[in-house]
């Protein structure tokens, strides 16, 4: 035989008391000064009092200093309207030992629904959450600090010992070439590192990253000439008109073209690398194709590639641009991959969406 249970709605009073008793939050019941009327059981777990310790306390004795007068306002907002706080508000209390933990918070009037004399009030320990946000917060600013040395300071000492190296070229001798030519190759690499953990420290700080209309033509072009600038060995062609049109992208879509760009030549196994750049509007999608004429892409790592890290072949590659260049265009709502190129080489796709 099956013993029939109430509905909430039809709960004693000693039953509703029960439930109480087992929820891991802690239920206060305060009037309207804010003056504790019940505490449940486990507040003892929570905020190391008894229930009876509080009883009879103002709760706002016990709130941080510094939360005070938020959490006072917050709570004659409830009184006067005698409503509920539907929002969680977070903030620190002291504990029986002194020490403050950080509760959220939510409340309620009394009303038919709910016959208390007084405001109830359930409350949770966030402290370890809080403490985890803290140590974020921490790290952003460390981020934040790295991300300005990048900017500045490395990527122009950088710039300088590769400019002397520059002024070097005729001071040397035969035997000097070599070392002199290794220098200046090392910064170039070292000055590429920079810039892609620069963008790289731009989207880590702000991770939802900012979508606008930005011009395709004009980004592309910008890039295709800072490369072919760079490397003087390389070929660069573009294949047929760039189409003026606006994508769904940001600044650093610069990043992702000028990263791919580099990844073709720095991977690439010819003495001439070769690169093809064109572009095809596909309603309201555009394709992007990078093709080079380098030794291609083993399918077992077409995916690995553009993990964080992951420098795909032996080269000079930096190991970072193309986990960044996955991770803009995927946040501009974007896919990128990379196919086979015929006959040879490989060939890095970017579809974007075009702006409205």
Known sequence: MTT???AFGTLTAEQFQSL???TSDVITVVDEEGTVQYQSPNCERVKGWSPNE??????????????KGRIFERFSTLVAERGVIAEEVEFRFRCKGGEYIWLSVTGAAANADLPVDGYVMTSRDISTRKAYEETLIEQRDDLETLNEVLRHDIRNDLQLVSAYAEMLEDHVDSEGEE??????????????LTASARDLAEVLLRPNTAVDNV????ILHDQIETIRSTYGDAVLVVDDTIPEIDVQAGDLLSSVCRNILKNAIQHNDKAIPEIT?????????????FADNGPGVRDEIKEEIFGKGEKGLESAGTGIGLYLVRTLVEGYGGAVWVEDNDPEGAVFVVELRVAD
């Open 20 to 22: 109480i008793e087992q």
């Open 179 to 192: 070392f002199l030519d290794t220098i200046q190759q090392s910064a170039d690499n070292a000055v590429d």
């Open 215 to 218: 011009s395709l033509a004009r």
């Open 277 to 289: 750049v064109s572009v095809e509007q596909t309603g309201d999608d555009v394709t992007i194709r």
């Open 4 to 6: 029939s249970r109430p």
């Open 54 to 67: 509080l009883v009879g306390e103002n709760v706002f004795d016990y709130v941080h200093p510094d939360d």
